[in-house]
């Protein structure tokens, strides 16, 4: 492809574009360049591709953005298209205008061959005519976009050098309507034609307004632009991974509250707000109004259990336990499937029985939260006999993993694919396509060590090849969320982490590290690497939340999210130990670390947007760094999945992992830490006690055990205090 490179001002009224002026820029032009009467600025560039532009305003008045445009020729609608948590292939799929929550329309429910459906995002259009994606600087993960060209071998990303100076900006790709030509444009202030994305369609008016410039006032993008050779969607993800990591420095999130106390507020809330004694188990949704007081799997039945039995309180765990036995009590059908749900009066049903416009949906269960269940389940028992080697599981526990375990072989064997929704009662796929079932490669692998069988660990290795291949080919992941069609998601790519990792500790191949790298990659750029300037007035602005390490879960919701949905992400930190590659182990960290900081809390309480606190131990899912729900900075009153992923990361991962070899030391945890001589200093600056779990290791030559994580010992370390612990 050749490309021109532009300089624009673009005048508008409102939000509507009046006239865009360009000057072309060359190798030859200068330093200085010029755009019609009125506007001069200069264009700074160096070989390392950073690129620094100023715009001066001569004469005053206008309401115009300034920005710079790259204009592809030779353009085709087979080029990939990136824009981190925004578009992922250009997001050119099919698309329908449906309300929230989406489901497939029943003239359109085909089984495997369902086709693939997305929510009306901002997207290219599959179709000839119109089509452009406008997106700004909070929409995304991080600024910038990029493309792959497979058949030059070509991959090209732009970033801004610093994105929290560039929280107002536009990204916008323009396509002509023939596809051979496409326009790359970034322009500061953002202003976004009508209609604008409100969940989950393109349907508002766009509220953005330029502002005249002062006669002699200047404004000055600064970018990075990278352009390289790369074989395949690995090497392009792999690329922009390393862009996305120069966005960080050294920076983490402040230490405001240890792992160990955020976990004990959470634990209170449990046993105070979700606790059903009448029913047996902790409630996965306590919030007023709610259809369904547990679901399966996806967000948080039989995940949240293993956390609250391993380090709760005596009366916590017991009542874990009585979750789990009510739950294999009632949840297994013939088939070999859970219930997906169970309703607020105690009801066992499929995932959409309230929904009465949409009947064909009643028998309906996502197959990710069947997924979900079966791999945590597999773990609990693991858990419980590392904990006491002399503990059976109770044969009918068994039965239903075996059962659970059975459905997904035959899914593979007859279908080659696991499908997005099955029918609760015959395990058959309704609607197909989609990686929603990405973590069963970990659930038969699990299940495989558990049951000797190999006919489970055969399955395990087809189809997580099988995943491998199709992140490679198509460069997203979707349909892990039950509430967002087939929109490219990072639930399911976090799942695909997990899933190498678990066959890599299975049979050692080092193509599981390959596809790993592969995975992490991709989803590193679901994930915020800088702190979003929350506009001042707002809640996070007034808390200081600081956005680094926060996930965005797909492209239909648009905002990131603390946590992964829903894991502690320890394949991670398998995938540094098997590569020494730095990357993977600040991305866990930084993962990691964000969530205590959004635990509602004494003296830090957390306001909705009705003006309602959130209870103690509650995290809301939204850091909104969008205007998609018109809450920047804000939250919704809801306790949510998020808590999870807070007690997932805190019983399954250290919360310091020291590496004296390489002299790097990881604070996941709220404290901070530092080797000296023989010994690891740990230093806690808030004030909270803190029971912090230690990993020391040097040159890891094996794959860590589940149960080495699950045996860490603790250091206590006082609040404002010190403590010291051996190296060896």
Same mark, same amino acid.
Not at 574 to 603: E, K, N, Y
């Given at each position: 492809?050749?490309?021109?490179?532009?300089?624009?001002?673009?005048?508008?009224?409102?939000?509507?574009?009046?006239?865009?002026?360009?000057?072309?820029?060359?190798?030859?032009?200068?330093?200085?360049?010029?755009?019609?009467?009125?506007?001069?600025?200069?264009?700074? @560039?160096?070989?390392?591709?950073?690129?620094?532009?100023? &715009?001066?305003?001569?004469?005053?008045?206008?309401?115009?953005?300034?920005?710079?445009? +790259?204009?592809?020729?030779?353009?085709?609608?087979?080029?990939?298209?990136?824009?981190?948590?925004?578009?992922?292939?250009?997001?050119?799929?099919?698309s329908?205008?449906?309300p929230?929550s989406?489901?497939?329309?029943?003239?359109?429910?085909?089984?495997?061959?369902?086709?693939?459906?997305?929510t009306?995002?901002?997207?290219?259009?599959?179709?000839?005519?119109?089509?452009?994606?406008?997106?700004?600087?909070?929409?995304?993960?991080?600024?910038?976009?990029?493309?792959?060209?497979?058949?030059?071998?070509?991959? +090209? &990303?732009?970033?801004?050098?610093?994105?929290?100076?560039?929280?107002?900006?536009?990204?916008?790709?323009?396509?002509?309507?023939?596809?051979?030509?496409?326009?790359?444009?970034?322009?500061?202030?953002?202003?976004?034609?009508?209609?604008?994305?409100r969940?989950?369609?393109?349907?508002?008016?766009?509220?953005?307004?330029?502002?005249?410039?002062?006669?002699?006032?200047?404004?000055?993008l600064?970018?990075?632009?990278?352009?390289?050779?790369?074989?395949?969607?690995?090497? !392009?993800?792999?690329?922009?991974?390393?862009?996305?990591?120069?966005?960080?420095?050294?920076?983490?999130?402040?230490?405001?509250?240890p792992?160990?106390?955020?976990?004990?507020?959470?634990?209170?809330?449990?046993?105070?707000?979700?606790?059903?004694?009448?029913?047996?188990?902790?409630?996965?949704?306590?919030?007023?109004?709610?259809?369904?007081?547990?679901?399966?799997? +996806?967000?948080?039945?039989?995940?949240?259990?293993?956390?609250?039995?391993?380090?709760?309180?005596?009366?916590?765990?017991?009542?874990?336990?009585?979750?789990?036995?009510?739950?294999?009590?009632?949840?297994?059908?013939?088939?070999?499937? /859970?219930?997906?749900?169970?309703?607020?009066?105690?009801?066992?049903?499929? =995932?959409?029985?309230? =929904?009465?416009?949409?009947?064909?949906?009643?028998?309906?269960?996502?197959?990710?939260?069947?997924? =979900?269940?079966?791999?945590?389940?597999?773990?609990h028992?693991?858990?419980?006999?590392?904990?006491?080697?002399?503990?059976r599981?109770?044969?009918? +526990?068994?039965?239903?993993?075996?059962?659970?375990?059975?459905?997904?072989?035959?899914?593979?064997?007859?279908?080659?694919? !696991?499908?997005?929704?099955?029918?609760?009662?015959?395990?058959?796929?309704?609607?197909? $396509?989609?990686?929603?079932?990405?973590?069963?490669?970990?659930?038969?692998?699990?299940?495989?060590?558990?049951?000797?069988?190999? @006919?489970?660990?055969?399955?395990?290795?087809?189809?997580?090849?099988?995943?491998?291949?199709?992140?490679?080919?198509?460069?997203?992941?979707?349909?892990?969320?039950?509430?967002?069609?087939?929109?490219?998601?990072?639930?399911?790519?976090?799942?695909?982490?997990?899933?190498?990792?678990?066959?890599?500790?299975?049979?050692?191949?080092?193509?599981?590290?390959?596809?790993?790298?592969?995975?992490?990659?991709?989803?590193?750029?679901?994930?915020?690497?800088?702190? /979003?300037?929350?506009?001042?007035?707002?809640?996070?602005?007034?808390?200081?939340?600081?956005?680094? $390490?926060?996930?965005?879960? *797909?492209?239909? *919701?648009?905002?990131?999210?603390?946590?992964?949905?829903?894991?502690a992400?320890?394949?991670l930190?398998h995938l &540094?130990?098997?590569?020494?590659?730095?990357?993977?182990?600040?991305?866990?960290?930084?993962?990691?670390? /964000?969530?205590?900081?959004?635990?509602?809390?004494?003296?830090?309480?957390?306001?909705?947007?009705?003006?309602?606190?959130?209870?103690?131990?509650?995290? *809301?899912?939204?850091?909104?760094?969008?205007?998609?729900?018109?809450?920047?900075?804000?939250?919704?009153? $809801?306790?949510?999945?998020? @808590?999870?992923?807070?007690?997932?990361?805190?019983? @399954?991962?250290?919360?310091?992992?020291?590496?004296?070899?390489? $002299?790097?030391?990881?604070?996941?945890?709220?404290?901070?830490?530092?080797?000296?001589?023989?010994?690891?200093?740990?230093? *806690?600056?808030?004030?909270?006690?803190?029971?912090?779990?230690?990993l020391v290791?040097?040159?890891?030559?094996?794959?860590?055990?589940?149960? =080495?994580?699950?045996?860490?010992?603790?250091?206590?370390?006082?609040?404002?205090?010190?403590?010291?612990?051996?190296?060896?």
């Amino acid at each position: 492809m050749i490309s021109k490179l532009y300089v624009e001002v673009s005048h508008y009224e409102g939000a509507e574009l009046q006239k865009r002026l360009r000057a072309l820029r060359s190798g030859d032009s200068g330093p200085e360049f010029r755009i019609d009467q009125g506007w001069a600025g200069r264009w700074i @560039e160096d070989p390392k591709g950073r690129l620094e532009v100023e &715009f001066r305003s001569e004469c005053g008045a206008a309401a115009a953005a300034t920005g710079v445009a +790259w204009e592809w020729e030779g353009w085709s609608s087979e080029v990939y298209v990136l824009m981190p948590a925004g578009a992922y292939a250009g997001n050119r799929f099919r698309s329908i205008r449906v309300p929230y929550s989406p489901r497939v329309p029943e003239e359109l429910v085909r089984g495997v061959d369902t086709p693939e459906l997305i929510t009306d995002v901002p997207r290219l259009s599959l179709e000839p005519g119109p089509s452009r994606i406008q997106l700004k600087s909070g929409d995304l993960a991080f600024p910038g976009f990029g493309w792959f060209e497979s058949r030059s071998r070509r991959g +090209w &990303f732009v970033l801004a050098a610093n994105p929290a100076e560039a929280a107002d900006w536009l990204w916008e790709i323009e396509e002509s309507d023939d596809r051979r030509r496409a326009v790359f444009r970034l322009a500061s202030p953002g202003i976004r034609q009508s209609p604008v994305y409100r969940l989950p369609m393109m349907c508002a008016d766009s509220p953005d307004c330029a502002v005249p410039w002062r006669e002699g006032e200047s404004r000055t993008l600064r970018l990075q632009v990278f352009e390289w050779h790369c074989d395949d969607l690995a090497q !392009f993800f792999g690329r922009v991974a390393a862009c996305r990591a120069s966005l960080s420095g050294d920076g983490t999130v402040p230490a405001v509250l240890p792992f160990s106390a955020a976990f004990r507020l959470i634990e209170e809330h449990y046993n105070r707000d979700c606790w059903r004694e009448a029913f047996g188990f902790y409630a996965t949704d306590c919030n007023p109004g709610s259809h369904y007081a547990f679901q399966t799997g +996806w967000c948080g039945g039989m995940i949240a259990t293993l956390p609250l039995w391993m380090m709760g309180l005596p009366e916590t765990a017991a009542r874990a336990r009585k979750t789990v036995e009510t739950f294999f009590r009632n949840a297994p059908r013939p088939c070999g499937l /859970f219930w997906g749900k169970c309703t607020r009066e105690g009801v066992w049903t499929a =995932d959409f029985t309230h =929904d009465k416009a949409r009947p064909y949906t009643h028998s309906w269960t996502l197959t990710r939260r069947q997924a =979900d269940a079966l791999w945590y389940l597999l773990k609990h028992l693991e858990w419980l006999e590392t904990e006491d080697p002399a503990f059976r599981a109770p044969p009918d +526990w068994d039965r239903a993993l075996r059962a659970a375990t059975d459905v997904f072989v035959r899914l593979w064997r007859k279908n080659r694919q !696991f499908g997005q929704f099955l029918h609760q009662e015959t395990g058959e796929i309704l609607v197909g $396509g989609s990686t929603s079932g990405a973590l069963v490669p970990a659930a038969l692998a699990a299940a495989w060590r558990r049951f000797r069988e190999e @006919e489970y660990l055969r399955v395990a290795r087809e189809s997580g090849r099988a995943f491998a291949d199709h992140l490679l080919r198509a460069g997203y992941t979707n349909g892990g969320p039950g509430d967002a069609l087939q929109n490219p998601d990072s639930e399911s790519c976090a799942a695909l982490v997990e899933s190498f990792a678990e066959l890599l500790a299975a049979d050692g191949d080092p193509a599981w590290v390959e596809a790993g790298r592969c995975a992490a990659a991709l989803l590193s750029t679901w994930v915020m690497p800088y702190d /979003f300037p929350f506009p001042e007035g707002t809640e996070f602005a007034r808390l200081n939340i600081r956005s680094r $390490g926060s996930v965005f879960a *797909n492209t239909q *919701n648009k905002h990131s999210a603390p946590g992964i949905c829903t894991h502690a992400g320890v394949g991670l930190l398998h995938l &540094f130990r098997a590569t020494g590659d730095v990357r993977w182990m600040d991305l866990l960290r930084d993962i990691a670390r /964000f969530l205590p900081q959004v635990v509602s809390r004494p003296g830090c309480e957390i306001r909705a947007k009705d003006g309602r606190v959130l209870p103690s131990g509650w995290i *809301n899912e939204r850091v909104n760094t969008s205007d998609w729900d018109d809450n920047i900075g804000g939250v919704f009153h $809801g306790s949510t999945w998020s @808590e999870v992923a807070l007690l997932l990361t805190v019983a @399954e991962l250290p919360g310091v992992y020291a590496r004296p070899d390489i $002299g790097r030391v990881w604070c996941l945890d709220h404290v901070e830490a530092e080797i000296a001589g023989d010994s690891l200093i740990l230093k *806690n600056p808030t004030g909270h006690d803190a029971e912090v779990r230690v990993l020391v290791e040097s040159r890891p030559s094996k794959l860590l055990a589940r149960a =080495d994580l699950w045996r860490l010992p603790r250091t206590r370390v006082p609040a404002g205090g010190e403590a010291r612990v051996p190296l060896s």
